[in-house]
C-alpha cells in the first residue's frame, strides 16, 4: 500500500495569507496526485489533479505541485471560504488518501 | 449537471450486511471510460476508498475490504450498489458514491454521502 503523509495535520492562517500545504508519497506515484477540499457536512471537492492541473472552476488561487514523492498544494492568499480539511489522494497504485491538513482562521 | 445519490439503511446490525444504492443523474453509468467508486468517512477520520465498477463488471477494491466487499451495476436503473458483509462498529461510517472521470481518474462528482451505524 502507498502511504500517503500530510503535513502538518492543523495549519493556522490569517485571511489574505499564503498556506503550503504537503504530501509526502512512501513511494514513487509520478504524477498520480489529487487535491480535495472537504468542508464540514459536504462531501469532498476535487482541486488539483495529476498533480498540478485545476479542476474546472477552482480558483486561480489554488496551485499544485511536484512530482515522485514530494507534494504541495499552495493557496495564495486564503479567503475566509477556503478554511476546510484538505487530502491528497494518489492514484498510481490502488488509491489512498491522506490524512488531511486542516486549514483554520488564526 | 451529474449528480449522485446514496440510498439505504442507516443503521445495520454487527455482523450483519450493509447494501447501500447510489442512483446516477446527468450522465450515462455505460459512458466509456467512466467508472463508479465509494469512499468512506468514519465520524471525524478520514477518507477511505471501498472499490470501484466499470459498468462491464470490471471491478477493483480496497485489499483491506476485499473479502467482504461486492460491488455491482445497474444500467437498467442507472444505479450502482455496495454491499459490505460481517460489519462492525469500525464500519460505522459516512458512505460516498463518487464518478471517476473518464480522463484523468480522479473522482470529480460525489453524492452528498450516507451515514451509515453499526450497532445493535
Known amino acids: 500500500e502507498i502511504v500517503l503523509t500530510q503535513s502538518p495535520a492543523t495549519l493556522s492562517v490569517s485571511p489574505g495569507e499564503r498556506a503550503t500545504l504537503s504530501c509526502r508519497a512512501s513511494?514513487?506515484?509520478?504524477?498520480?496526485l489529487a487535491w480535495y477540499q472537504q468542508k464540514p457536512g459536504q462531501a469532498p471537492r476535487l482541486l488539483i489533479y495529476?498533480?498540478?492541473n485545476r479542476a474546472t472552476g477552482v480558483p486561480a488561487r489554488f496551485s499544485g505541485s511536484g512530482s515522485g514523492t514530494d507534494f504541495t498544494l499552495t493557496i495564495s492568499s486564503l479567503e475566509t471560504e477556503d478554511f476546510a480539511v484538505y487530502y491528497c489522494?494518489?492514484?498510481?497504485?490502488?488509491?489512498?488518501f491522506g490524512q488531511g491538513t486542516r486549514a483554520e482562521i488564526k | 449537471q451529474v449528480r449522485l445519490q446514496e440510498s439505504g439503511p442507516g443503521l445495520v446490525k454487527p455482523s450483519g450486511t450493509l447494501s447501500l444504492t447510489c442512483d446516477v443523474s446527468?450522465?450515462?453509468?455505460?459512458?466509456?471510460?467512466?467508472?463508479w467508486a465509494w469512499v468512506r468517512q468514519p465520524p471525524g477520520k478520514g477518507l477511505e476508498w471501498i472499490g470501484e465498477?466499470?459498468?462491464?463488471?470490471?471491478?477493483n477494491y480496497n485489499p483491506s475490504l476485499e473479502s467482504r466487499v461486492t460491488t455491482s451495476i445497474d444500467i437498467s436503473k442507472n444505479q450502482f450498489s455496495l454491499t459490505l458483509r460481517s460489519v462492525t462498529a469500525a464500519d460505522t461510517a459516512v458512505y460516498f458514491c463518487a464518478r471517476l472521470n473518464n480522463v484523468f481518474f480522479y473522482f470529480d462528482f460525489w453524492g452528498q454521502g450516507i451515514l451509515v451505524t453499526v450497532s445493535s
Open positions: 465498477i466499470y459498468h462491464v463488471g470490471y471491478t
Open positions: 513511494q514513487s506515484v509520478s504524477s498520480h
Open positions: 446527468g450522465d450515462s453509468i455505460t459512458t466509456p471510460n467512466t467508472w
Open positions: 495529476n498533480a498540478t
Open positions: 489522494h494518489q492514484r498510481h497504485y490502488r488509491r489512498t
